[in-house]
């Protein structure tokens, strides 16, 4: 298990662009899958985004597609969720999560460990 925090969230206006970063205690964070979930107010969380431990193989919900990009910078230890496009649904706590699994997976079972949550806005 590793320890997890989540930072970038933030107040944009629709159209606008965040990059949420999620920075791991991982020796090796190449070891890990991470997936980005979000959740509103009396909703259950739901899957965003997950990238491979390699990188190489990436999953979006649809709604997000076209708009958000996942990425990782292993020698860093973090990952990232770039957003463009942001429209006001995309209003959640985010949360970034890592799991041992090197597939990616979109099972919130799958991930072991998980951070505290970034607010993410988005209005005018």
């Known amino acids: 298990q590793v320890h997890v925090v989540e930072s970038g969230g933030g107040l944009v206006q629709p159209g606008g662009s965040l990059r949420l970063s999620c920075a791991t205690s991982?020796?090796?964070?190449?070891?890990?899958?991470v997936g980005w979930f979000r959740q509103v107010p009396g909703k259950e969380r739901e899957f965003v985004a997950v990238?491979?431990?390699?990188?190489?193989?990436?999953f979006y919900t649809d709604s997000v597609k076209g708009r958000f990009t996942i990425s990782r910078d292993n020698a860093k230890n973090t990952a990232y969720l770039q957003m463009n496009s942001l429209k006001p649904e995309d209003t959640a706590v985010y949360y970034c999560?890592?799991?041992?699994?090197?597939?990616?997976?979109?099972?919130?079972?799958?991930?072991?460990?998980w951070g505290q949550g970034t607010q993410v806005t988005v209005s005018s």
């Open positions: 999560a890592a799991s041992s699994l090197a597939r990616a997976t979109i099972s919130q079972a799958d991930f072991t460990s």
């Open positions: 991982a020796r090796t964070l190449s070891r890990y899958s």
């Open positions: 990238i491979s431990w390699s990188g190489a193989t990436a």
